[in-house]
């Protein structure tokens, strides 16, 4: 059974940056596209970034491109979002998600998400 833990959210100034970890274990993470999902108050789930499961795919919602940059290491089982540049708008709890195929198609698909991270919230506020 694959469990996910993501973590490195806090507290930002606008302009400011964070890194997101999010760790796979019980099974390896190499067959699985995982993707980071943001929850703003009130407002729904929605798709942030994705990778295949090689890393050699990614997505982005437009939103952040230009600012935040997924990366995997399938050796660590680690997925990592970094954030620049962050702004109010990006406030939320920050879920990382696996689905069990390679490929980024359909990646913001939130219904195919069965594994997912217990969420940590991001704050950017001066």
């Known amino acids: 059974q694959l469990q996910l833990v993501d973590s490195g959210g806090g507290l930002v100034q606008p302009g400011g940056s964070l890194t997101l970890s999010c760790v796979g274990s019980?099974?390896?993470?190499?067959?699985?596209?995982i993707a980071w999902f943001r929850q703003a108050p009130g407002k729904e789930r929605e798709g942030v970034s994705c990778i295949s499961s090689t890393g050699g795919d990614k997505e982005y919602v437009d939103s952040v491109k230009g600012r935040f940059t997924i990366s995997r290491d399938n050796l660590k089982s680690t997925v990592t979002l970094q954030m620049n540049s962050l702004k109010p708008e990006d406030t939320g709890v920050y879920y990382c998600?696996?689905?069990?195929?390679?490929?980024?198609?359909?990646?913001?698909?939130?219904?195919?998400?069965?594994?997912w991270g217990q969420g940590t919230q991001v704050t950017v506020s001066s």
């Open positions: 998600a696996a689905v069990g195929r390679p490929t980024v198609h359909r990646c913001f698909a939130i219904r195919d998400y069965r594994n």
């Open positions: 019980g099974v390896m993470l190499d067959f699985y596209t």
